[in-house]
């Protein structure tokens, strides 16, 4: 199985600031036929299911504010919020894609400092 | 706009088993290139993929449940299901349901999700 480890597990950033999270997968998500990362990005609020943000590493799910964005490479990601807004309080999840069984990071939780 | 719903008893007695299902609306399960997930999620934590099914019939399971999981599709009914055998507390959470576009081997990200519905293991 891909193991995916999420960091931080939690951060508190001020409102307009930048967000950083990382997620490393324990072997690479890099598909060579495609030249494609199999790696998506998830956000879920309390009493909600999560919703798609990203995916290919870095592609924007229609809908999707651009101050959310997604990078990296093989086996390290990072997902960005490039200014943080106040309705983006919420866990973050990584996926990976590549293959079953699919697996998840252990999320990290962003609040407002 | 495609939507998900669950659907099933919210309370399953120790070693019974759990049975759930998904209707589709809003766009059709037999779409090529799309897969159909089943996840969970133990209240307070974090998420586990059960397995997909494509309309074809078509599976793909998390071996992590030992056998004890089944999803199917009934194309007629625009609808999937989820049966879990021999639960325990340890299968108590939040069950979603969700489509999986451009699989790979089975392997997808989820792109619609249902609401969740809650399933709680007790006698």
């Known amino acids: 199985d891909i193991v995916m480890t999420q960091s931080p597990d939690s951060l508190a950033v001020s409102l307009g600031e930048r967000a950083t999270i990382n997620c490393k997968s324990s072997?690479?998500?890099?598909?060579?036929?495609?030249?494609?990362?199999?790696l998506a990005w998830y956000q879920q609020k309390p009493g909600q299911p999560p919703k798609l943000l990203i995916y290919w590493a870095s592609i924007r799910e229609s809908g999707v504010p651009d101050r959310f964005s997604g990078s990296g490479s093989g086996t390290d990601f990072t997902l960005t919020i490039s200014s943080l807004q106040a309705e983006d309080v919420a866990v973050y999840y990584c996926?990976?894609?590549?293959?079953?069984?699919?697996?998840f990071g252990g999320g990290t939780k962003v609040e407002i400092k | 706009q495609l939507q998900l719903h669950e659907s099933g008893p919210g309370l399953v007695k120790p070693s019974e088993t759990l049975s759930l299902t998904c209707t589709v609306s809003?766009?059709?399960?037999?779409?090529?290139?799309?897969?159909w997930g089943w996840l969970r999620q133990p209240p307070e934590n974090g998420l586990e993929w059960l397995g997909n099914?494509?309309?074809?019939?078509?599976?793909y399971y998390n071996p992590s449940l030992k056998s004890r999981v089944t999803i199917s599709v009934d194309k007629s009914k625009n609808q999937f299901s989820l049966k879990l055998t021999s639960v325990t507390a340890a299968d108590t959470a939040f069950y979603y349901c969700a489509r999986g576009p451009y699989a790979v081997r089975g392997a997808a990200y989820f792109d619609f999700w249902g609401q969740g519905t809650l399933v709680t293991v007790s006698s």
């Open positions: 996926q990976q894609c590549y293959s079953t069984p699919l697996t």
């Open positions: 099914v494509y309309y074809g019939g078509s599976t």
């Open positions: 809003g766009g059709s399960i037999s779409t090529d290139n799309y897969y």
């Open positions: 072997q690479s998500v890099l598909y060579s036929s495609n030249n494609k990362n199999f």
